[in-house]
Every structure is written in structure tokens, then in C-alpha cells.
């Protein structure tokens, strides 16, 4: 058989299974190599496990709480092991969908192997050469470490092992304030874990709105979970006669958490190590990023790269989006860009999605002229009905009307900023939010009743009170002579 490919794929996640089996659809050769197992941190430790435990977990909660919308609540019983055995049932469901079996039936051949590039044209894997006229690096990231002294250890976990799991933690410390661990902490804050998040930074979700951030606190707060902001992480402890305990530090000085688990979610760093791209050619900023343009090209022509290991947005969908760009560019010398226009959500509870400008980004850009419109989500009838009316929608103008960001912080959020996510994609001013027709009751609802707070308050200006005003006195005349 010959080693030749129109396209080698190296990475099995997410980005290189998507443009794997593109390639496959328009009839190339194609060749994946994956050294683990398809799927990628998606199907085994990111997406698919955390929010498996997400739902169980916010089920437990609603039961605790059902008085909300008048039931008798009633204190879930709790077996971790089971909760666990679910998480990995749900992963082997979805398992099948990115298996070697199904690229293989759709035409890609795969080669579970570790490969890397030895030129700009050749990529080595399971003692072969195989040359390709177009390659893809999708080798994805990992989880980073910081250089806390005693951080190691069977009780010091990451996304990558914590799912091994099969008792809950007594006390779990969390590093890390981010989305995921603000989504893991009340996760396992639910399911009974007594729960500590060591934070930095002096807010959670540092790259969302400010108000969201503090939402989510308050209600990881109530959760039980202790959230400890402005402070940092000195050292791991485990002494023979006491507890095993982190120092931290904050503006009042040096204390101790005991613990039984740490879990840490400090970011994540591109995997590039061992892939041979120095060889090939291949840039790579201090990060160990691979460099690439608009067009996912890397300093090698004939090389793109898609998804994480590019340092951009860690989420799946945005690999996804990436491989059918570098696909069809890498394969038919196409021209197609990446799309700037992002969302993502935060899945606690409440959720926060966001896509675009934060208001603080707009001011810095447009400064007053900036346009920003706001409804809370405590008199929106279905999140009343719902007994979940905690939250807010906030909407982002540019001087035109354009919009240009949006923020939702409550129920549904993730759903909710499709919508939002289109109208800034087709240059729609904030009047389309309002002028398009949402069922009632709904939780759509919500960024609609920003938009509209928005116009009312643009009517209400005195200029177009003084404009209007003669047009309906001319009206009234008319229609007083009508009558006449």
C-alpha cells in the first residue's frame, strides 16, 4: 500500500476527528494518527464527564429544594460510586460516535500510534513514512500545573484523572476560579464534599462580566462552598501527626485549609511536545502554541492546525469550527477564514454565556457612545414560573446600534445566546432583539426585554419627544376635522 495521503491528521480530538472525516467525505486519502484513544478530552475528561456530574449534581440540588415551587424537599441520598458508574456510562454512550471503528467505515485509516513529523512533507508513525500533500496538527492541550511546593501526590488531581474517582472527597480544595472550577466545585459541593475554592484573582470568572462573577459567588456561597478570592497558594503540608493542609495567603496574612482531595484547574497548555514540528518547520510561540494565521495555515504551507494546541478559545466547538475551516483549505486550497464571532457558557448554576464585547470592552472601544441595555431576570415570568429568577441579560451596542456583545447569567443561558450569537454575526442592531417575536413565556424573553428597556429609553429622549410631538398634533387635527 502506498504511504502517500492527500491528508494526515495528527490528534484524535475533536478538531482532527471533524477533519478527518470531512476529508473522508469528499473523497481523499486520509490517514488519523491517535497514540491514545479517539475522542479527546471532550469525550474522556472535559465536556462529556463534567457534565454528566453537572446534571446529578444539580438534581440533588432541586430535590434539596423543592419547596421553591411547592414540594416537600427532601435530602437526596448520595452514593458517589453510583454517580460515578453513571459519568462513565454516559461517556461509553457517546463513545461509539468517535471510535476508530466509525472513521475506519467512513474511509479515514487510522493509526493508533505515536507519530511525529520529520519533515515538512513526511510524518513517521508505527515504524512507517507516511508523505502527505496537506496535514493537520490537532494534538490538542493538558492540563497545567503551578510550581506549588508538595503539589503531587494520590490526592492531587486534575481534569485528566479526577474522573477515577470512586468515593467523594471529604474535603475538596479547588484551585483555580475559572469556569471549571467554579463548575466542578458546586458540582461536587452538591453531591456533599465540603468544598474550597483558592482564587487569585479578586473575583471568579475573570474573563466574564464583573456582575456575573458575583452572581455565581453568591451562589456557590450558598452551596456551602467557601470561595476565597485574592488569594494564593503557597504550599502543600502533610505532616505525620496532623491533618495534611495547604497554606494560602491572602491581604491578611498566611492560614491553612485542611484537606483530603485538591483538585487543580489553572489553564491549560498547548500539547506539542514530541510532534516533531521544529522539524517540520513548524512555528510555535513561547507558549509552545502552534503560530497560525486567519486561515489556520502555520509557516508551512502545507500544515494547518486546528482547535487547542493553537492557544485559542479551549472549547470544542471552536475546534470544530476550526477543523472545517483548515479541512477544506489544507484539502482544495480554499481561502476560508475563521469566524471571530464566538459564544461559550459557564455550566454552573446559574449558567453565564456570553458572546462578544464585555461592556467594559465596548466603553474602552466606543466609550460613552457605547450602548448598553440590561434587563434582570427577577420579572421575567419563566424563570418566576421556573422558581429560578436569579440573573440577568445584558446587551452590547457599538454608536451604530450594532450589536456587538451579550451576556446572559441565569437559567438557560447556554440556549439563550444562539439567538444572540446570530444577530451579531449578521450586523443586526440591538432593534432586532426586540423587533423579533419570542414565545411567552420563555427564557428567550429575557435579552428581548433588554432590547426593549433599550428603546423605550431611546423614544423617551427628549429630541424624539420633540420631533413626535407635532407629527400628532397634526394627527389630532385631522382627525378632529374627520369629525366634523
Known amino acids: 500500500m502506498s504511504d502517500r495521503y492527500d491528508l494526515v491528521v495528527l490528534g484524535g480530538g475533536t478538531a482532527g476527528l471533524v477533519s478527518a472525516f470531512i476529508a473522508a467525505g469528499v473523497g481523499a486519502r486520509v490517514a488519523l494518527i491517535e497514540r491514545e484513544r479517539t475522542g479527546g478530552d ?12 453537572i446534571a446529578t449534581a444539580h438534581l440533588a440540588h432541586r430535590m434539596r429544594h423543592a419547596d421553591r415551587v411547592g414540594l416537600t424537599p427532601i435530602e437526596p441520598q448520595v452514593d458517589f460510586t453510583r454517580v460515578m458508574d453513571r459519568v462513565h456510562a454516559t461517556i461509553a454512550e457517546i463513545e461509539p460516535h468517535d471510535s476508530p471503528a466509525r472513521l475506519r467505515a467512513a ?41 506549588i511546593p508538595g503539589l503531587g501526590g494520590d490526592d492531587v488531581f486534575t481534569t485528566d484523572d479526577i474522573w477515577h474517582l470512586r468515593r467523594l472527597p471529604a474535603r475538596l480544595i479547588i484551585l483555580g476560579g475559572g469556569p471549571v472550577g467554579c463548575e466542578l466545585g458546586q458540582a461536587f459541593a452538591r453531591l456533599g464534599a465540603n468544598v474550597t475554592i483558592v482564587e487569585l484573582a479578586d473575583r471568579l470568572l475573570l474573563k466574564e462580566e464583573p456582575d456575573a462573577g458575583a ?11 467557601d470561595v476565597r478570592l485574592g488569594t494564593r497558594a503557597i504550599e502543600l503540608r502533610r505532616p505525620d501527626r496532623a491533618p495534611k493542609h495547604l497554606i494560602v495567603e491572602d491581604g491578611d496574612g498566611r492560614r491553612q485549609i485542611e484537606f483530603d482531595a485538591i483538585l487543580v484547574v489553572a489553564g491549560r497548555r ?16 513561547k507558549r509552545g502554541a502552534v503560530v497560525v494565521d486567519q486561515r489556520l495555515r502555520t509557516s508551512v504551507p502545507r500544515i494547518y492546525a486546528a482547535g487547542d494546541v493553537t492557544a485559542s478559545m479551549p472549547f470544542t466547538h471552536v475546534a470544530a469550527h476550526h477543523a472545517r475551516v483548515a479541512s477544506i483549505n489544507a484539502l482544495l486550497g480554499m481561502r476560508r477564514t475563521i469566524d471571530q464571532t464566538i459564544p461559550w457558557v459557564t455550566f454552573t448554576d446559574p449558567e453565564v454565556a456570553r458572546v462578544g464585547l464585555t461592556e467594559a470592552q465596548a466603553r474602552a472601544r466606543h466609550g460613552d457612545r457605547a450602548i448598553i441595555a440590561r ?28 450589536l456587538v456583545g451579550a451576556t446572559i447569567a441565569g437559567p438557560g443561558a447556554g440556549e439563550v445566546i444562539a439567538e444572540l450569537t446570530a444577530h451579531i454575526k449578521a450586523g443586526n442592531r440591538i432593534d432586532a432583539v426586540s423587533t423579533t417575536v419570542h414565545a411567552y413565556p420563555t427564557l428567550a424573553e429575557g435579552p428581548s426585554r433588554a432590547a426593549d428597556e433599550h428603546l423605550r429609553e431611546r423614544y423617551a429622549a427628549a429630541r424624539y419627544r420633540a420631533a413626535v410631538r407635532p407629527v400628532l398634533a397634526v394627527r389630532r387635527a385631522l382627525a378632529m376635522r374627520g369629525h366634523g
Open 375 to 402: 434587563s434582570d431576570y427577577a420579572t421575567l415570568d419563566r424563570a418566576i414560573t421556573e422558581g429560578e429568577n436569579d440573573g440577568f441579560a445584558l446587551l452590547v451596542a457599538d454608536p451604530k446600534r450594532r
Open 42 to 53: 471532550c469525550l474522556w475528561t472535559g465536556c462529556v464527564p463534567s457534565k454528566s456530574l
Open 215 to 225: 452572581l455565581v459567588a453568591k451562589r456557590l456561597t450558598a452551596d456551602g462552598i
Open 107 to 147: 474511509g479515514v485509516e487510522v493509526i493508533e500510534a505515536d507519530g511525529r513529523f520529520t519533515d515538512a512533507g513526511t510524518l513517521e508513525a508505527d515504524g512507517r513514512r507516511l508523505r502527505f500533500s496537506a496535514a493537520i496538527v490537532a494534538t490538542g492541550s493538558q492540563p497545567s500545573t503551578p510550581p
Open 270 to 285: 498547548p500539547r506539542t511536545d514530541g510532534a516533531g514540528l521544529q522539524a517540520a518547520g513548524v512555528q510555535l510561540d
